[in-house]
């Protein structure tokens, strides 16, 4: 991006540019003006501060800085490539943390799987295949309302802050279905979970591909998909043990 000061010495007009690519330049060598007005400091180690020749007589000159690049191969060592590319580094904690919505996706549809009989034999409907299917099923419903919810909640709130506001059904359905004493509790707390879970699911990739940089963003925003495959392994294998456990 081109930040442009309009600055004049004489009769001649220049404009100060920050450039990657100059093109027809000739090194600047007047040492009293090898600053940047930018930032008001010296320019870093490997810029030069040229003058980009003008496109015609009558056209003022441009002040910019001009990167020195080396050859390939020109590493000290011999060799070609230069290190790791770390460029995704910065936004991969927003984008790991936001993914963990959809880990929390994947984990609900399939936590209820295994305790079924269990949870059925305890709170007084087993062998009722209808209220097993709905408990397990419900909080599709739940999610179908959050996502119809999350377009507004984002244009009235923002990203963040959504995203912190649906962890609050999160938590109540989560807490609320683990100490259900009748059906009607656990069948609350699940669409309470399937709010929170419809909200993120719209929210969340859309929040990746913003804050992704653009040549890293195919590859971040599949932990999204990542997310949700780990959240239903982890939810079965610990399913599990659950199937045999009375306390579930």
Same mark, same amino acid.
Request: charge should be positive.
């Given at each position: 991006?081109?930040?442009?000061?309009?600055?004049?010495?004489?009769?001649?007009?220049?404009?100060?540019?920050? %450039?990657?690519?100059?093109?027809?330049?000739?090194?600047?060598?007047?040492?009293?003006?090898?600053?940047?007005?930018?930032?008001? +400091?010296?320019?870093? *180690? *490997?810029?030069?501060?040229?003058?980009?020749?003008?496109?015609?007589? $009558?056209?003022?000159?441009?002040?910019?800085? *001009?990167?020195?690049?080396?050859? *390939?191969?020109?590493?000290?060592?011999? !060799?070609?490539?230069?290190?790791?590319?770390? !460029?995704?580094?910065?936004?991969?904690?927003?984008?790991?943390?936001?993914?963990? &919505?959809?880990?929390?996706? =994947?984990? $609900?549809?399939?936590?209820?799987?295994?305790?079924? #009989?269990?949870?059925?034999?305890?709170?007084?409907?087993?062998?009722?295949?209808?209220?097993?299917?709905?408990?397990? +099923?419900?909080?599709?419903? =739940?999610?179908?309302?959050?996502?119809?919810?999350?377009?507004?909640?984002?244009?009235?709130?923002?990203?963040?802050?959504?995203? /912190?506001?649906?962890?609050?059904?999160?938590?109540?359905?989560?807490?609320? +279905?683990? /100490?259900? $004493? &009748?059906?009607?509790?656990?069948?609350?707390?699940?669409?309470?979970?399937?709010? =929170?879970?419809?909200?993120?699911?719209?929210?969340?990739?859309?929040?990746? %591909?913003? #804050?992704?940089?653009?040549?890293?963003?195919?590859?971040?925003?599949?932990?999204? /998909?990542?997310?949700?495959?780990?959240?239903?392994?982890? +939810?079965?294998?610990?399913?599990?043990?659950?199937?045999?456990?009375?306390?579930?």
């Amino acid at each position: 991006m081109l930040l442009p000061i309009a600055t004049s010495t004489g009769t001649t007009s220049r404009l100060l540019l920050h %450039s990657p690519s100059p093109t027809n330049t000739r090194y600047f060598s007047n040492p009293i003006r090898n600053t940047c007005r930018i930032c008001f +400091s010296s320019c870093p *180690k *490997k810029l030069k501060l040229v003058i980009a020749s003008a496109a015609n007589k $009558h056209s003022s000159e441009s002040l910019i800085h *001009k990167p020195e690049f080396k050859e *390939k191969g020109d590493n000290g060592g011999g !060799g070609g490539g230069g290190g790791f590319d770390l !460029g995704w580094l910065p936004a991969f904690p927003h984008v790991f943390i936001a993914s963990m &919505s959809n880990f929390l996706f =994947g984990y $609900h549809i399939g936590v209820m799987n295994g305790p079924i #009989v269990s949870i059925a034999n305890e709170l007084g409907f087993a062998g009722n295949s209808l209220y097993e299917g709905l408990v397990v +099923s419900i909080f599709i419903v =739940g999610a179908f309302i959050g996502s119809l919810c999350s377009g507004s909640l984002v244009d009235k709130l923002g990203y963040r802050r959504t995203l /912190q506001i649906s962890t609050i059904p999160l938590i109540l359905g989560a807490v609320l +279905s683990a /100490q259900a $004493h &009748s059906l009607e509790e656990i069948l609350l707390g699940r669409v309470l979970v399937g709010l =929170g879970i419809g909200v993120d699911t719209v929210l969340v990739p859309i929040y990746i %591909s913003e #804050v992704a940089p653009t040549k890293y963003r195919g590859s971040l925003g599949a932990l999204c /998909q990542i997310g949700t495959c780990l959240g239903i392994i982890a +939810s079965l294998f610990l399913g599990i043990p659950s199937e045999s456990d009375p306390h579930w």
